[in-house]
């Protein structure tokens, strides 16, 4: 397995797509969060979802999650996939992205590369935790963030 990329743009500038579940049931999120590395000796992505939104219940449902990267034409529609909630209405359709099964999860045809990951670990990140600047930007009126660690067992 080979991703060659500039891991401090790889999520904030490119952005990317996170999706759980199967092909009979699904939901992807916008992600600009995220991190790849090495943990327990298993190269890993970190992402994080927030507790309140609907990619987190299928995240907690599921042993496996897929962080896909799209061309720079896909920026609006990533903005999209980022603002609207599967729950109040079908949003990949509406996205024009092909979804696509590959073993272990579901990506989308419009893909550069996508990571499958197996998750290792949810935990929750609690704002007395952190530094209080933080806690006070991101979570004095926002739900929380769980983050998940998963392992890259392929690379499409």
Known sequence: MEF?????????????????????????????????????????ATVYVRTSRY????MKDNDYFTVSFYPEE???????????????????????????????????AEAEVTLVCRKLICQRLEPENMIPEIAKQFYENEAQHDMYIGEVVGIF
């Not at 990619?55 to 299928?58: C, Q, V």
């Open 4 to 44: 060659n990329t500039n891991i401090f743009e790889q999520y904030d500038k490119k952005w990317a797509l996170l999706t759980a579940g199967d092909k009979d049931k699904f939901n992807t999120m916008t992600i600009s969060w995220g991190g790849l590395g090495t943990l327990w000796n298993k190269p890993v």
């Open 74 to 108: 896909y920026k609006k529609t990533l903005g999209v996939l980022g603002s609207k909630s599967g729950r109040d209405m079908d949003k990949v359709h509406e996205s024009g992205l092909t979804p696509k099964e590959v073993e272990n999860g579901i990506t989308f």
């Open 55 to 58: 990619t987190n219940e299928f």
